[in-house]
């Protein structure tokens, strides 16, 4: 219950300072001396309506308006620095706008239908029954529950309509999901011919070494064929050689019978016949000899060659033998 109020500047009072009976405190005064002001000042305190700055006395900068309630001062004061409520002097409240703080709404428990003005119309007699409705729910506190079930019902459509949004994007997840149904299928695909992709790749390897392999087989018979060539022809400089070294021996022979007959010539001084012929024998047996060795050589090439011909075989055989079982009736390349 208000006590006691104060105000300051408030239209044509500088200061006044009232104590309210605890049942029915009148007002009586002439016209113009600030009856309904007293009554603007509590309900300005009590409602932040309307703007203050009608409310300023001339030449004074702030107005204030403080009221006493339940041992409680509640102090509503606006000047160009300050727009606010204070509680016992302590604690201070910003007044924004046309809203009453929450703490100062609790302590006063008063409301725009707690005020009737001298030219309002009778209280409730007039308005339609639905404010009439409203405004009682206000004082008995049903309000709450309309504002309850107001925004209860605003949280529901809220709800709802979430709800929907995430029931349509569930139905477009569904539907994306069913785009990618054969995903495990395609998948065991993808593996087999990446299986398949490896056995090509081991297969296309193995037919390069194969190539390879090929390419030195068929070097290695020509150069062993070449060889087989110089080794005929070896042959018969064999034979010739063996002519030669006959020829040697009766060469050396001959030679010891020059240098006797040339003894001979010497004690007896007799000429004997010219031995350029045995020379020119001589030097031919040096060229076979020389050829021999170079025989000698290409033999010992034709039997490493022979060498290299059976092991080249033997792994070209191997390989063919894996090549033929990896592929078995079709080739995986082309599917022949």
Known sequence: MITNLTIRNFQVHKKLSIDFDPH?????GATDKGKSSIIRAIKWACTNRPSPDQFIR????????????DDNTIKRKKSKKENCYIINSEKEFK?????????????????AVNFQSQHDSPFWLSIAPGEVSRQLNGVINLDRIDNLMSSA???????KTEIQIIDDRIAEKRLEIKKYE??????????????QNNNRKSLIQKSILLK??????FELSDTINKTQDMVSE??????RIKSFNELNISLTTIKALVKYTKTLEADAN??????KIIDELMSKYNSLKSKNKLLETIISIYNDSVQNKKSVSREFKIIDEEYKSLLKERCPLCGK
């Open 95 to 111: 007044a924004i706008r046309t809203d009453v703080p929450e703490e100062i709404s609790t302590l006063l428990n008063v409301s």
């Open 182 to 195: 054969q995903v495990d299928a395609l998948n065991t695909q993808l593996k087999n011919i990446e299986i």
């Open 24 to 28: 029915i405190t009148c007002i009586v």
């Open 58 to 69: 001339n030449g004074t900068e702030f107005v204030s308006v403080e009221l006493t309630v």
């Open 270 to 275: 007799i000429s004997v016949p010219s031995i």
């Open 212 to 217: 390879k392999l090929i390419d030195n087989y």
């Open 234 to 239: 070896a042959k018969g400089l064999t034979d």
């Open 153 to 159: 019902s605003s949280e529901v459509r809220k709800k």
